[in-house]
């Protein structure tokens, strides 16, 4: 059974920081892009920072320059390093892990874990 594990959540003042990490069973966890999304009480989820199996990362907006996720194949892992942390960041962080093999496609989430920013 696939799994992913997030932890690193917590509450941190504005302008604390505050590492995420994803921890994936996944065989071939390499060929796989991962992500980190956010989600809020009565708003849609939304994608915070990405990276391809091959390296290449993208951002939202929001957090250009104080968030920076990062993967470590041997293992299994992407972390979402957030620094800068601003009252706005408060949300439930998930985890995801995703792939095509020709017309079927792999998309899994953990769990979720609580980022509360707050003075």
């Known amino acids: 059974q696939v799994q992913l594990v997030e932890s690193g959540g917590g509450s941190v003042q504005p302008g604390g920081s505050l590492r995420l990490s994803c921890a994936a069973s996944?065989?071939?966890?390499?060929?796989?892009?991962a992500g980190w999304y956010r989600q809020v009480p009565g708003k849609q989820r939304e994608l915070v920072a990405a990276?391809?199996?091959?390296?290449?990362?993208n951002y939202a907006d929001s957090v250009k320059g104080r968030f920076t996720i990062s993967r470590d194949n041997a293992k299994n892992t992407v972390i979402l390093q957030m620094n800068s942390l601003k009252p706005e960041d408060t949300a439930v962080y998930y985890c995801?892990?995703?792939?095509?093999?020709?017309?079927?496609?792999?998309?899994?989430w953990g769990q979720g874990t609580q980022v509360t920013v707050s003075s």
């Open positions: 995801n892990a995703n792939r095509q093999v020709w017309e079927l496609k792999y998309d899994y």
């Open positions: 996944l065989s071939s966890f390499s060929s796989y892009a």
């Open positions: 990276v391809s199996s091959g390296g290449s990362t």
